[in-house]
């Protein structure tokens, strides 16, 4: 491996920000894992090692961890996701999620439950994030995620779209389909008025006992992660 330089020290840190992500079309992952599964779909530009073409120092400046794992890898962006697909099983609908740590999760949760294809609001956060990366595990060399107008895109579907609402029936008392849209809401917000005039089925995830004084809502990344389980108990 060729030693590392200063100037792609100084690249490779600017990835931490979004408008060098854009402008270079690159992102970061860390550690062997991580790195390992991206190759899978990404093309692989950079690849460092502490010890073997970059010091421990310089590992620490380019990584967005308080513990570097020691493997840096820098890879293309994919810069057109075709959302020409066939909803013909479940798909993730994100509106406004803004937390990258429950982005990731919820991409990797979305790779557990073999959903392939996640569609963001354009507020979202940004799924090559190195926080988000870190938090899918490698999960993004499996799962497509798109940025699009969300209201316009759904109000074009021709399928199901359920999305978690207060107001919403039970989901555990609800028929689930194999295939349809969930939409899933901001951390503080929820869904937003533009997407629920949208929804065809509002659905809630009940307390237990229900109408127990509980907290007001769950953590969004485990939200996803109890509704997926129970579409595909249901599958």
């Not at 429950?102 to 569609?119: E, K, P, Q, S, Y």
């Not at 533009?194 to 969004?220: C, F, G, M, Q």
Request: negative net charge; glycine residues 8%.
């Amino acid at each position: 491996m060729e030693k590392i330089s200063k100037a792609q020290v100084k690249l490779v840190r600017s990835l931490q920000q979004k408008k060098f992500r854009d402008e270079l079309g690159l992102f970061v992952a860390e550690g062997d894992k991580c790195v390992e599964e991206l190759c899978k779909r990404f093309e692989l530009v950079h690849l460092y090692r502490e010890g073997e073409n970059a010091s421990r120092t310089e590992i620490e400046q380019m990584s967005g961890l308080r513990t570097p794992q020691g493997t840096i890898g820098v890879f293309k962006k994919h810069t057109i996701c075709d959302l020409k697909f066939d909803i013909c099983d479940l798909t993730l609908g994100l509106d406004g999620i803004q937390d990258p740590g429950n982005l990731g999760t919820i991409i990797r949760t979305a790779d557990w439950f073999g959903v392939r294809d996640i569609v963001c609001s354009l507020d979202t956060a940004d799924c090559y994030n190195p926080k988000v990366v870190q938090a899918t595990m490698g999960a993004l060399a499996r799962v497509r995620v798109h940025y699009v107008d969300l209201p316009k895109w759904l109000s074009e579907q021709q399928c199901p779209i359920f999305g978690t609402l207060l107001d919403g029936k039970d989901m555990y008392e609800t028929e689930l389909p194999k295939e349809g849209i969930i939409v899933m809401g901001n951390e503080g917000n929820g869904i937003s008025s533009a997407v629920r005039s949208i929804i065809t089925h509002p659905i809630l995830i009940p307390s237990y006992p229900k109408n127990a004084e509980t907290s007001e809502s769950l953590n969004v990344a485990i939200a996803t992660a109890v509704v997926l389980a129970e579409f595909r108990r249901n599958a």
